[in-house]
């Protein structure tokens, strides 16, 4: 009952930050460009624009968690906001940059939420179905082996006449 709950209310986040990098990318853009920057000249994506990159990260946030608010593919789902949530962690809020204390404690704090945000996504991917709904799902197969087999040995009874 939780799990129906606490998926979409993850997802809000998400996709609210998701929205908010495809609509307005050049102020996430400025905040990564200090870290991005530099990666993508030393692997030699000079033509890349930070702007472009924060656009494709909103857009694939929106998509992951929407399927994860749906319950379609959880773990898929949390794996992959986990690994989007990653790169936020590492470029998103670069406080260790900043010089003004007052600055750096808000960037810490954001930071931080980021990291929170990290493990949720981390707990999505992992937590699976109840051991009663793993029961039934066995129980079910097990009945459409028996009665596959049931008319599979008709089948070949009735040739052999």
Known sequence: MFRVLARPLLA???????????????????????????????????????????????????????????SRTPRTAGLVLAGLTAATVAVGRPFWLETDEQRREEQLELFLKNVSL?????????????????KRAKAKKAKL??????????SVTAKKK
């Open 12 to 70: 809000t986040w998400f996709v609210y930050g998701g929205v908010q990098s495809v609509l307005e990318p050049e102020r996430r853009a400025a905040r990564s460009a200090p870290v991005l920057e530099p990666a993508l000249k030393e692997v030699g994506l000079d033509d890349v624009s930070t702007t472009d990159l924060v656009k494709a990260h909103g857009m694939a946030t929106i998509a992951a968690a929407s399927v994860l608010a749906l």
């Open 118 to 134: 990290f493990g949720g996504t981390l707990l999505a991917a992992t937590v699976g179905h109840s051991p009663r709904k793993v």
């Open 145 to 154: 082996k028996a009665k596959k087999d049931v008319l599979g040995g008709a």
